[in-house]
């Protein structure tokens, strides 16, 4: 995509990966993505607000040409990752001038990651103002949005927040601004899900804290730029908030049939119930989709067969994720089925240590269910409605 035109002097330069379909080679990315590099020219000293991934730096440098860019002070780099700093040792080199701006523990990760030299780089303080002439950028310190170096960047005068991966979407567009606000929140929720999730805490401080500023515009490093924050900025205190819905997600597999018959009864039970109910059939979905259910849902049940005497490996990455994930679950219960013995309910019960949740009563049959199974099933439906109306 071309170079627009944000405002005067402030341009998107990024570059759009419309085939990518997996990050970090693991989250998938069904709608590709972007990454969002600005380009300021003040009156006295030219800036690029952090780069692009390494695939993609020709689409960056052609940016730069069409702006005609010969001559640039600084790059701003808000997160060491690779997908927005991976193209600055090549900016370094080309701009011969220039130096990074950025604070001390992404200093120190740029020098390990992309081996840049120290004397091309300044560092910044929490809170430090940088001159351009005409135009200040502000640098605010956002650790853990997503690694510990994160920080934003916010532009004075035209009152722009440059928040790199926080409030980003994994959206290839070629409309630079949000058009459609509900395609928006869905890809902001998976992106907030998959990438912000565990860091809720350290979000809801950053939020307090932007509460300082007067923002007109964010633009993020993925996915389209919000020339209404207010959208963004809502849903985020709605998926950090305390608050849980009135949902159970049931991430399972089935080798014979077994287990998911006793899912298909506990959901049931659940529905009769005026529960909301979210299945997730681990052979099948994306797993990007049982991370998004994860953001709202009270209570999860962990429902596995037993493989090898344990629980099934793809069970085994579920669950290891969602642990990972720290969502705000308050609720969980393992049910399953084994063959002849093994420590399906001990392996799943040692995985979830990051879950704050209380525990209900596990159901676990041998072979395929029968009567007082069924019975033990509708019992943990009744104790998860229960618990629910105490949300
Ligand atoms: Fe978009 Fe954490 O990188």
Partial sequence: MAVKEIKKDIYWVGAIDWDRRLFDELIPLPEGTSYNAYLIK???????????????????????????????????????????SGAIPLMLELYSEAKIVTNQKCKKMLMEHLLIKEDRIITVNDNDTLSLGGKTLKFIFAPWVHWPETMLTYLEEDK??????????????????????????????????????????????????????????????HGQIYSHPEFILSAYREWISDEVENEVIIPYVSMHGSVEEMVYILSEELMRKGITVKLFNLSRTDIGALSIALVDAATIVIASPTVLAGAHPQIVSAVYLANAL??????????????????????????????????????????????????????LAGKIAEKHKNL
């Avoid at 690029?48 to 860019?69: A, Q, R, Y």
């Avoid at 041998?366 to 099933?377: A, C, I, M, T």
Wanted: charged share 30%; aromatic share 8%.
């Fill in 160 to 221: 722009i927040l440059f928040s790199c991966d926080l409030f980003g979407a994994h959206l290839a567009e070629s409309n630079l601004w949000v058009d459609d606000e509900s395609k928006v929140y869905f890809a902001a929720k998976r992106y907030y899900a998959e990438i912000m999730m565990p860091f809720r805490k350290n979000i809801k401080k950053h939020l307090e804290r932007l509460k300082e500023l007067e923002i007109k515009t964010v633009a993020p490093s």
């Fill in 42 to 84: 003040g009156q006295e000293k030219t800036v690029l607000i952090d780069t692009v991934d390494p695939t993609k730096e020709d689409d960056l440098l052609d940016n730069l040409d069409d702006l005609e860019i010969e001559h640039l002070d600084y790059i701003v780099a808000n997160h060491a990752e690779q997908d927005h």
């Fill in 326 to 379: 720290r969502p705000k679950l308050k609720y969980a219960s393992v049910i399953g089925s084994y063959g002849w013995g093994g420590k399906m309910l001990e392996n799943i019960s040692a995985m979830i240590s990051n879950l704050k949740v209380e525990i209900l009563s596990p159901v676990i049959v041998k072979g395929y269910p029968k009567e007082e199974d069924y019975r033990s099933l509708i019992k």
